[in-house]
């Protein structure tokens, strides 16, 4: 047969071909459920590892503990990173975590914001903290369940101030709940973590609680155990390499120094 013959099919065959290839789905990024307190920075840190050429990382933020209830339950997901140990734990003593992978990823502190227009500190007493609430609430998250909340009232307990507020506060699901209630001004004063305070430009630190009233804030990550996602190991690495901690640190965030947990 001719060579005209066949060049239409071979155009047709490749046409074809290339359209097949334009279909194939993009390689997805491992899925990071992390806590709330990280949006901004994980955002980042996300972005810049897709620089190197890596996929896009699939974010999901909530409550540390909807978290570990979601991987309890048996959610898809390829990295956990919980904004305190207790919400890690259980995942771990169930078998859930890849073994060498759980480390101690970041710290942060506790931080008493009010509206931005509030310029005066408040001192941390009793009747202050009263007096600057007035008729309104004090906006935290579950003091009962989430780490946000529970950090804040043990400070609240240490420093003498939880039975003053006790009844006057608003639990929100998460700490950006929290924030969000003074930004809008339905709540004068809110219980966050510095860094959110750092990530908003409509509310004011007011006061800072001492390091000592409070366990120490630890952001922990590992792999799950249900994981085939092959950028997994690698990202929670990035996140922990001199690259991640320098975008955590700019958005407020401490560096923990330790060995991951075998």
Same mark, same amino acid.
């Not at 608003?170 to 003074?182: D, G, I, M, P």
């Not at 155990?225 to 958005?251: N, V, Y």
């Given at each position: ?12 065959? #490749?046409?074809?071909?290339?359209? !097949? ?5 993009? =390689? ?5 459920? @992390? %806590? /709330? &307190?990280?949006?901004?920075? #994980?955002?980042?840190?996300?972005? !810049? ?5 890596? =996929? ?5 933020? @909530? %409550? /540390? &503990? ?16 919980? =904004? ?179």
């Amino acid at each position: 047969m001719s060579r005209s013959f066949w060049r239409p099919l071979l155009l047709l065959a #490749l046409s074809a071909g290339l359209a !097949a290839c334009s279909e194939q789905p993009q =390689a997805a990024g491992p899925v990071v459920l @992390a %806590a /709330s &307190s990280l949006q901004e920075s #994980l955002q980042d840190v996300a972005e !810049a590892w897709a620089k190197e050429g890596h =996929a896009q990382p699939v974010l999901s933020f @909530a %409550a /540390s &503990s909807a978290l570990a209830r979601q991987v309890l339950g048996g959610a898809p997901a390829d990295v956990f990173v919980s =904004a305190d140990e207790h919400w890690m734990d259980p995942v771990d003593q169930a078998g859930l975590l890849r073994p060498g992978t759980r480390a101690d990823l970041l710290a942060n502190a506790m931080v008493l914001v009010a509206p931005k227009n509030e310029t005066e500190p408040l001192p941390l007493t009793g009747n202050d903290l009263t007096q600057a609430l007035g008729q309104g609430p004090l906006a935290m998250a579950d003091p009962d369940a989430v780490p946000a909340g529970k950090y804040g009232k043990a400070a609240l307990r240490q420093l003498g101030l939880w039975n003053a507020v006790e009844n006057r506060i608003v639990r929100t699901e998460n700490v950006r709940a929290a924030l969000a209630l003074v930004e809008a001004g339905e709540a004068p004063l809110g219980l966050i973590y510095a860094t959110d305070a750092q990530a908003s430009d409509k509310v004011r630190i007011v006061a800072s609680f001492p390091t000592g009233s409070h366990p120490p804030i630890r952001y922990p990550v590992a792999v799950l155990a249900t994981s085939d996602s092959p950028e997994a190991e690698a990202f929670a690495r990035f996140l922990a390499s001199g690259k991640g901690q320098a975008i955590f640190i700019r958005h407020g965030f401490g560096a923990v120094q330790n060995e991951p947990t075998p």
